[in-house]
């Protein structure tokens, strides 16, 4: 059930009530009981309807989060001759280059890696680059 019918839900079972406070004494024990059930049974949708609002929200939270941690990690990519790198807190370039064609095409980063003669390689498109710097991983190591 959607947001829709969960309100469409809780509608009726709203208006039932309020039938139930206006009632007249034309209405038996057993109409009563019906027009109750009605309720309960609309109320028991409108809570299924709201546990699974509650795990699509817990997931969109997710995705959010998960979204929120890829665009800082992007934001904090530095460009050297054309390829961008992670970087170091004080925005100099850090490890190896990624492959721009793979963020171009794909909007996916994968790490270049070193291949015999200066060239770099990329493990998902195969491309092979000259001319790419590699910077230090870890300043402590130095
Ligand atoms: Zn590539």
């Not at 546990?51 to 989060?65: F, G, L, S, Y």
């Amino acid at each position: 059930m959607d947001w829709a019918g969960a309100l469409s839900a809780v509608a009726t079972a709203v208006g039932i009530a309020k039938d139930l406070r206006e009632i007249d004494q034309s209405l038996d024990n057993a109409g009563m009981k019906a027009r109750l059930a009605d309720v309960i049974s609309n109320l028991a949708d409108v809570r299924m309807a709201l546990v699974d609002a509650r795990d699509e929200a817990i997931e969109k939270d997710r995705e959010i989060d998960r979204l929120r941690e890829a665009f800082y990690w992007r934001g904090n990519l530095v460009e050297v001759n054309g390829f961008k790198y992670e970087s170091f807190e004080d925005g100099s370039p850090r490890g190896s280059a990624f492959c721009p064609r793979c963020e171009q095409n794909a909007g996916r980063f994968y790490r270049m890696g070193f291949v015999v003669g200066g060239a770099h390689k990329c493990p998902e498109c195969k491309t092979d680059y000259m001319r790419v710097r590699e910077f230090i991983w870890d300043r402590k190591l130095i």
